[in-house]
């Protein structure tokens, strides 16, 4: 019994030992168990936070997708419209041209007509040389012819000046409708490289014709040419030719025919 009553104070030693022993231990694991817990949190939050990234980068995406189809398809539709107007100018060109060719068949007509009056003319001058005295009324009768063919040449003559200027103005109406004018600026609105071909700004209003040539310049500096390939009311669609190619074109650079 007394060695029991002695033994005891060391047996409460050592359960205490052992408790605190495993409460300490206890600790320990829980504070690694909340740090692996906030670990995880901030592991989580920062995937949320890159996922969130990638929506962001994948909306983006999507957005520019759908605004680049929708510049593709606005530029078809302005190739298809120009294609349009061009053929309709192309209509007007060639009906000038028809006119052209008939107002030059009547003043060849005229101006042979006019020959023949002149020639008949000094056939008159001749006669009234050779008429006498006898032959005074055939010449009152035919002064009155020279008098009226000499209207009638004057008459000629008016048409042919008409005409001619006539075919004049619509010489400068086929000019006007083929040629672009020189020095006519405009800038580089849209740029389609991977298929080689760009959109300026300026078109029918600014009397921009198909085929015609443009140097693109960016800060005096010469980056290419661009040939004409289709002409709409404010825009035009034109070919970047590679042979001239110095750099790729941007939108905002200066083109000058």
């Known amino acids: 019994m007394n060695k029991l009553i002695k033994i005891a104070p060391i047996i409460v030693?050592?359960?205490?030992?052992?408790?605190?022993?495993?409460?300490?231990?206890?600790?320990?694991?829980?504070?690694?168990?909340?740090?692996?817990?906030?670990?995880?949190?901030?592991?989580?939050?920062?995937?949320?936070?890159?996922?969130?990234?990638?929506?962001?980068?994948?909306k983006n995406t999507q957005t520019s997708l759908t605004s680049t189809s929708n510049e593709l398809a606005q530029v078809g539709k302005t190739l298809d419209d120009t294609k349009a107007s061009l053929d309709q100018k192309t209509q007007e060109a060639e009906g000038l041209k028809t006119q052209m060719a008939a107002q030059t068949k009547q003043w060849q007509a005229t101006k042979t007509e006019l020959a023949a009056a002149q020639a008949e003319m000094q056939k008159v001058v001749e006669v009234l040389k050779l008429v006498g005295i006898e032959g005074i009324q055939n010449v009152t009768q035919i002064g009155e012819k020279v008098r009226g063919l000499a209207d009638e040449k004057t008459l000629l003559s008016g048409q042919l000046a008409k005409m001619r200027d006539e075919n004049q103005q619509l010489q400068d109406k086929i000019v006007e409708l083929?040629?672009?004018?020189?020095?006519?600026?405009?800038?580089?609105?849209?740029?389609?490289?991977?298929?080689?071909?760009?959109?300026?700004?300026?078109?029918?209003?600014?009397?921009?014709?198909?085929?015609?040539?443009?140097?693109?310049?960016?800060?005096?500096?010469?980056?290419?040419?661009?040939?004409?390939?289709?002409?709409?009311?404010?825009?035009?669609?034109?070919?970047?030719?590679?042979?001239y190619r110095r750099g790729t074109p941007r939108v905002g650079d200066v083109a000058v025919h």
């Not at 920062?46 to 929506?55: A, E, G, P, S, V």
């Not at 209003?205 to 709409?232: M, N, T």
Request: proline share 4%.
């Open 178 to 243: 083929s040629t672009t004018p020189v020095n006519t600026r405009g800038k580089v609105a849209s740029v389609q490289d991977r298929w080689g071909f760009l959109v300026l700004n300026i078109g029918e209003e600014q009397k921009v014709r198909k085929h015609s040539q443009f140097l693109i310049y960016r800060d005096s500096k010469p980056v290419g040419v661009v040939q004409v390939l289709s002409v709409g009311p404010t825009t035009s669609v034109a070919e970047i030719l590679p042979e």
């Open 13 to 58: 030693i050592l359960a205490c030992g052992g408790s605190l022993f495993m409460a300490f231990r206890l600790y320990k694991i829980k504070q690694d168990h909340l740090a692996t817990i906030a670990q995880q949190k901030d592991d989580l939050e920062k995937t949320n936070n890159d996922l969130t990234r990638t929506r962001g980068n994948l």
